[in-house]
């Protein structure tokens, strides 16, 4: 098989990525489709009607991801390819879709230059990758490789909407969301492609990354609860100020990261105030952190360091505290075999590559589990993501494609992927 004839149509993936960034939140800066949205429903409806005109079975599983199925001279446990077309608030419009649309393109280009696979090719958007306010990220992989349980379905957001009702209102059974539909079958293989996110390839002009880990990832929501007064009549020593104690914490993160090693990030993100009037001593904030690194060991050990001190902080402010953690998934490494397969690939086709970690989260964490997964990367400029400035060009998300169907090719030509890989079969 000439894998160069696979080269994907640039053009036709261009107008396509572009398409798809019209459905998006009208008054939002950037792009935002967020898991359960309606610019979220129209654009999944979009993705199966390009996934049916390339030829694909379309089917959304009982977790809710929509899954095109190419079948292969043989059948067998299929090949998985695919990301998400959901976006953070005011996100761009690479992150996922690039996975997604570039995965659409390979099997376009399998059926036009007559190249049937061994092995049934699986397309899939994941329901819900960015993180959601119930239940952390990557609802669909989640869902599908058997990692949630029934508590998940009651974790309420801090709109006190619980997870199972609104996946109801969005049309999800979520019990389907409970059937490790995936956990049940044996797979041949994943490989995603996505945006670096990051700004190494770029920094050292390199067209490919091949990951070698996802980073784990740790997450809190922190309820502070003082009390409300009024701000001009309130001594300060006789105050319960939830924000002042929520400020302190967001230090402790702060500080927590910094002295991390090399890989490690504490971010908080979100802070709600309450009642968040000018002239009103806060009652409760709600405080949304993360804390990430290839550093398991580092990363074991946040939790006791960083709730010791916040609970201290709250405490001399005579505040309340309520942490209730989550981890999206500890530190993934990606199958060797798919490394090595797609760096040959790579070699193949003339792209400089480097083999490199992941600092951001993506579904590959969860396929990991169930067959030999692996991802590849093409460059971020500046390495924004998550903001409208993200960006990728044409012919290096055209390289990434290209890339993406002669790894999945070889990947097809191997009995087995991965002989030592110790997970079901
Ligand atoms: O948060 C992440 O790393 C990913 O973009 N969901
Ligand atoms: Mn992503
Ligand atoms: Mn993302």
């Given amino acids: 098989m000439n894998v160069e004839l696979l080269e994907p149509d640039r053009e036709r993936l261009w107008s396509e990525l572009h398409d798809l960034a019209r459905l998006s939140e009208a008054d939002s800066a950037g792009w935002t489709r967020r898991v359960f949205s309606e610019p979220y429903r129209a654009a999944r409806d979009w993705v199966r009607g390009r996934m049916r005109d390339a030829g694909l079975a379309v089917t959304t599983d009982p977790a809710g991801n929509i ?162 007064d009024h701000a001009g009549t309130r001594r300060m020593g006789d105050r319960r100020d939830a924000l002042v104690a929520a400020a302190k914490a967001v230090l402790t993160v702060e500080r927590e990261g910094c002295a991390g090693p090399d890989s490690a990030v504490a971010t908080c993100g979100a802070l709600r105030i309450e009642p968040g009037a000018e002239n009103v001593v806060p009652g409760r904030a709600l405080l949304a952190a993360e804390f990430r690194s290839e550093d398991q060991t580092w990363l074991s050990g946040v939790r006791r360091r960083v709730v010791d001190e916040i609970a201290r902080h709250s405490a001399e402010n005579g505040v309340e505290l309520l942490v209730d953690w989550s981890a999206d998934n500890p530190v993934v490494p990606t199958n060797p075999s798919v490394q090595n397969l797609a760096a040959a690939a790579a070699d193949e086709l003339g792209a400089s590559w480097l083999a490199m970690p992941s600092g951001a989260g993506h579904d590959a964490a969860h396929l990991a589990a169930r067959c030999p997964a692996g991802m590849i990367f093409v460059p971020s400029r500046d390495g924004r993501s998550h903001c409208p400035d993200e960006w990728t060009d044409a012919a290096q998300i055209a390289t990434g494609v290209h890339l993406l169907a002669a790894s999945l090719v070889r990947m097809d030509q191997q009995a087995t992927v991965d002989t030592e890989f110790a997970g079901p079969r």
Wanted: proline letters at 4%; charged letters at 20%.
């Fill in 67 to 228: 899954v095109g199925r190419l079948p292969g001279r043989h059948g067998g446990p299929p090949l998985v390819t695919g990301s998400h077309t959901d976006t953070v608030e005011g996100g761009g419009r690479f992150d996922g879709v690039v996975g997604v649309l570039g995965a659409i393109e390979v099997v376009r280009r399998l059926r036009e230059t007559g190249t049937q696979l061994d092995h049934d090719l699986l397309v899939v958007d994941f329901l819900g990758e960015e993180v959601n306010p119930y239940s952390g990220s990557c609802l669909g992989s989640q869902a599908a490789t058997g990692v949630l349980t029934a508590d998940t379905l009651d974790r309420t957001g801090v709109d006190g909407k619980r997870l199972g009702d609104v996946a109801t209102a969005f049309g999800l059974d979520p019990d389907g969301l409970l059937a490790p539909t995936w956990a049940m079958q044996r797979l041949h293989g994943y490989l995603e492609l996505h945006i670096e996110q990051g700004p190494t390839l770029e920094q050292r002009g390199l067209d490919i990354g091949v990951v070698t880990a996802i980073v784990g990832i740790e997450r809190f929501l922190a309820t502070f609860i003082g009390r409300a």
